[in-house]
């Protein structure tokens, strides 16, 4: 099955603008600091030039999307905390008391909740405007028996985030993923052994708090659910369908979405990275507007990572909670990098003596 | 030559506050996410609460405070930038195109400048409350040729800085240090070498931009100003007065100032944390108010901080500009923490389900 949707985002999705990061670097190579001196700043400053085609980055309109979803793998026990945690935090997000909530207002982001599969009924909520309703099931099945979910399940899924990102493109300027799902870590390592090759065993850790036993348990259920379902790596609307999530489906798309708006997305952790790498292996592409925001506390997240092309992301704060927290965060940072771009003065603007050569 | 001021200042930094401290931890227990998840900020909310004697910190009124000076030592060619930069910049900072503009401006954080050595005739912004003036001389002497300051003019530095410290108390709630001085990381790695113990070759880095023939020279000098001066470790002012700076002596002062108020102090980078150093020494209950922003690019950056018992600063983004712009960007973060801190909902007020136990 293909998607037209999908398809025809991919063709929308460009390499970064090469003239916009060139201007970029001689803008900061002139700056009335030691060469390069904000480091990490700078680098981010070509990256986000390099995205918005714009040696001034638009990213003041900033809103960080949580996908939310339920997981049929639960039912075998990878979680210490029960599912209905999941639709019970959707009202704690839009009741404003959630980590995200906190962390995004202290960032100046708009939080966006989206219904992608929880297991409950919260039409309501969508009624009154509260969440986005784009259910595309009461969670998925357990991969242990068969796929988590058809692939035009998957589709949809894709889509749906896809169509999230095109409609907050016109209002926002930079992005923030964030999940919401009780039992996601396993799907989402999952899809990290299937794309980067790395051992389930590797690429699995303790999720919410499990301990050795129930991790060893975690590791066994990942292993046959991929044996099981045999996903094909070179196919991220397979690997999605076979062991994966509805959030992480609506991440992939989301990432899609922005991506071919030109918007910088920061990718928050474990969960999100998982989306990354489906929307990766749907089209590669994306890896040009994506800021990876940290480095979570889950040991396989710097494998997702390195497999983007990551080397060090913005923080490492050993953070594990998931909700887009990390995005947040280090959209602080993104306006940081965007204010040395255009705000800090060339030593001749300053009249400031250069080093000797 | 003991001082009035600083004798009295010591009298008033206590340890912080354990039963906030308790109840922060209490509070953060039971957040409704996974144990510990935020991490790092849950970590920092609760040294907040120590600081501050309050488990809803204050913090939202910040400044950083730049204070400058000028160092003999240039004279012995230690940097790739003439000493005419140290005023330059601080006609810079007044403009408002300086990096630390840029970031305190994104921190929503005042920069005040202090000239306290700079060679140059500053009076004029002084009067047009432009900068502050607690000038101690026009620019260290060279540390070659015996002590960089005189004890008295090391005592002027500290109080100056401490005074600094107070008088802000009264309109801020969250200090970041920051510094301006051609040639500082000299005096600086000085300073870290005679504290921590390390030699001077693994305290001294290349600065703006020194080449390895140059990096060589530099040691070396600092070698033989600290065999010329023999300071004394276990005596602050005598370690400033011998190899020190005026700027570093005024970020001592402030630091001191700031922690007699109980008010949380963002230490920058390498220079910062020679004058935290230096405030260490004179009291090391003052290590009780220091947030170590970021680590430096300068290799000695991370002996210094850990004898400060510093494990992680909460930044590593490879800068090595100094002006306060380290501690300015980890501002966001600290705001996070008391965020995380003071506005997240516990699992009962969520009405969320716990983990399995």
């Known amino acids: 099955m293909s998607s037209n949707v999908i398809e025809r985002t991919k063709k929308k999705i460009f390499p970064q603008d090469s003239s916009a990061r060139e201007l970029a670097k001689a803008r900061l190579d002139q700056l009335a600091v030691p060469p390069w001196a904000l480091g990490d700043l700078m680098d981010l400053g070509i990256e986000l030039a390099g995205m918005t085609a714009n040696i001034k980055p638009p990213v003041a309109r900033k809103t960080v999307v949580v996908m939310a979803g339920d997981h049929g793998i639960t039912k075998s026990g990878v979680s210490k905390f029960p599912a209905e945690v999941t639709p019970q935090m959707v009202y704690n997000f839009i009741n404003g008391g959630a980590g995200i909530n906190a962390l995004a207002k202290q960032a100046g982001a708009d939080v966006h909740v989206v219904d992608m599969g929880v297991n409950a009924d919260l039409r309501k909520l969508a009624e009154e405007g509260k969440i986005i309703n784009k259910k595309v099931g009461l969670g998925t099945n357990n991969f242990l028996e068969g796929p988590a979910m058809s692939r035009a399940m998957a589709v949809r899924a894709v889509e749906s985030g896809i169509e999230i990102g095109e409609k907050l493109s016109e209002r926002y300027d930079l992005f ?101 790498l489906i929307a990766y292996v749907i089209e590669p592409f994306v890896r040009d507007y994506l800021i990876f925001s940290h480095r979570s506390v889950e040991p396989g997240h710097r494998y997702m990572q390195e497999h983007l092309g990551c080397k060090k992301p913005l923080l490492d704060l050993n953070l594990r909670l998931g909700e887009g927290t990390g995005a947040a965060l280090a959209m602080n940072i993104v306006e940081a990098s965007v204010a040395v771009l255009t705000e800090v003065a060339t030593f001749q603007e300053a009249s400031v003596a250069g080093a000797d050569k």
């Open 176 to 276: 923030g993923t964030g999940d919401m799902g009780i039992g996601n870590t396993t799907p989402s390592a999952a899809i990290g052994s299937v794309v980067t090759g790395k051992s389930v065993a590797e690429m699995t850790g303790r999720g919410t708090g499990l301990d050795d036993e129930q991790l060893v348990k975690k590791i066994s259920i990942i292993e046959q659910g991929i044996e099981v379902n045999k996903p094909n790596k070179r196919d991220g609307l397979d690997i999605l369908s076979k062991v994966g999530g509805f959030e992480i489906g609506g991440i992939a798309g989301l990432i899609l979405g922005a991506a071919a708006n030109r918007k910088p997305v920061l990718v928050d952790g474990f969960i999100s990275t998982a989306g990354a």
